[in-house]
């Protein structure tokens, strides 16, 4: 059996494949995994170092835009068109795949519908509320189209092709209660966490707001336990909290990081989560039913974080709240008024059960093996 996996750009497309990628091994013995990505890519760091092997082809975006630049950045995305076809056509020749899979990324458009018009059978998932460009043209030729939520349905062309699967959520994140965590955190009093977390980068605007949030914080005498990622702030954050006079040694229920790297031991224990809303990000809010403070970011191509965010918020999941509205006394206010009440965030907890698929990956692996089982040829 051998598989292939179109994905890229972000974490939120690589991660359900990896996790999917995980799956066939572990049930088919002697399955073959090949990944394709872009020039470039994250996808190119983050696949090899989960073991797999990829490949990967010249292909970069379209930008909306009439400026001279932009409309030079087009042209150069045409040719790059022509020629990312011809290196998918020899990956398929060379790797005869059983199934392809995209799950997001420009690159997944030139392979998979290469697949598609060899009668190859083909699939694409979208994590995120409202699909991008790349799986709204591929829903159109693959033969099923696997989304994260209900009511992404509407937004595709054919909705006879669309399957409500949930994404795939990496299994370590469930291995923890939420006791276990706070013991192996150290905390060892009954106030709540808060884990606040705005990227793998971090962002500047959300670093700076997060400074007012904590010292906030230490006015109030530490209220609640906090701690944030600051990624590739961390360095100005601390030269900002030391400008607010706040001393992280003299407050020990801070904790300030550069990243953090157990990610599912501190989500297990949090009691409330500030954060973006990438797919990834929201698919595991609702597979550990964790209420949130969403504050999407403005920086994202058709603003897709705030339509992730509004879905969440409309179950009753989570507050959303944009940036531009955002500050650390509005986020303090917010924070403070839902730790106070544990009814709203038990509701909140309940909203994200309902809607949460918690076996998205065995129900989209279901899906693949009835796909490859429906008689049409690979090669």
């Known amino acids: 059996m051998n598989i292939l996996f179109a994905c890229g750009g972000t974490a939120g497309h690589i991660n359900p494949a990896v996790a999917l990628a995980r799956l066939f091994q572990e049930r088919n013995e002697g399955c073959r995994i090949l990944f394709v990505g872009a020039d470039g890519g994250m996808e190119t760091r983050l696949v090899p170092k989960e073991g797999y092997d990829i490949?990967?082809?010249?292909?970069?975006?379209?930008?909306?835009?009439?400026?001279?630049?932009?409309?030079?950045?087009?042209?150069?995305?045409?040719?790059?068109?022509r020629k990312s076809k011809k290196q998918s056509e020899a990956i398929l020749d060379q790797f005869r795949p059983d199934l392809a899979v995209g799950t997001g990324g420009?690159?997944?458009?030139?392979?998979?519908?290469?697949?598609?018009?060899?009668?190859i059978p083909t699939a694409v998932h979208e994590s995120n509320a409202v699909p991008g460009l790349t799986t709204k043209a591929l829903s159109k030729v693959v033969d099923q189209v696997l989304v994260g939520f209900e009511e992404s349905r509407s937004h595709y062309d054919h909705p006879e092709k669309v399957v409500v699967t949930g994404t795939p959520v990496r299994g370590d994140f469930f291995r923890y209660t939420r006791q276990?965590?706070?013991?192996?955190?150290?905390?060892?009093?009954?106030?709540?966490?808060?884990?606040s977390v705005w990227g793998s980068l971090?962002?500047?605007?959300?670093?700076?707001?997060?400074?007012?949030?904590?010292?906030?914080?230490?006015?109030?005498?530490?209220?609640?336990?906090?701690?944030?990622?600051?990624?590739?702030?961390?360095?100005?954050?601390?030269?900002l909290l030391a400008a607010r006079a706040v001393d992280l040694k003299a407050h020990p229920s801070i904790d300030v990081r550069e990243y953090i790297y157990d990610?599912?031991?501190?989500?297990?224990?949090?009691?409330?989560?500030?954060?973006?809303?990438?797919a990834s990000t929201i698919s595991e809010l609702s597979a550990l039913a964790k209420p949130s403070v969403l504050v999407p970011s403005p920086n994202v191509v058709a603003?897709?974080?705030?339509?992730?965010?509004?879905?969440l918020s409309q179950a009753g999941g989570?507050?959303?709240?944009?940036?531009?509205?955002?500050?650390?006394?509005?986020?303090?206010?917010?924070v403070a008024g839902l730790l106070a009440d544990q009814k709203k965030r038990?509701?909140?907890?309940?909203?994200?059960?309902?809607m949460s698929v918690p076996d998205a990956g065995e129900q989209i692996y279901q899906v693949l093996l009835g796909l490859m089982k429906g008689g049409k040829s690979a090669h």
């Open 346 to 354: 038990e509701a909140m907890s309940a909203a994200l059960r309902r």
């Open 55 to 81: 490949q990967t082809v010249t292909i970069t975006n379209f930008r909306r835009s009439l400026l001279p630049e932009d409309i030079v950045h087009n042209m150069r995305t045409l040719v790059n068109m």
């Open 263 to 278: 990610m599912p031991l501190v989500m297990a224990a949090a009691d409330l989560v500030l954060c973006r809303a990438g």
């Open 106 to 119: 420009y690159a997944s458009y030139p392979i998979i519908s290469a697949a598609a018009r060899r009668g």
């Open 303 to 311: 603003d897709h974080q705030t339509k992730n965010a509004r879905v």
């Open 180 to 195: 276990e965590a706070r013991e192996q955190l150290g905390l060892t009093d009954d106030r709540p966490l808060v884990v």
């Open 318 to 334: 989570a507050v959303l709240l944009p940036e531009a509205e955002s500050s650390g006394e509005k986020l303090y206010e917010t």
């Open 202 to 239: 971090g962002a500047a605007a959300m670093n700076r707001q997060t400074v007012d949030l904590i010292a906030e914080e230490c006015r109030q005498g530490e209220p609640f336990h906090h701690i944030h990622s600051a990624g590739r702030d961390y360095a100005h954050v601390l030269e």
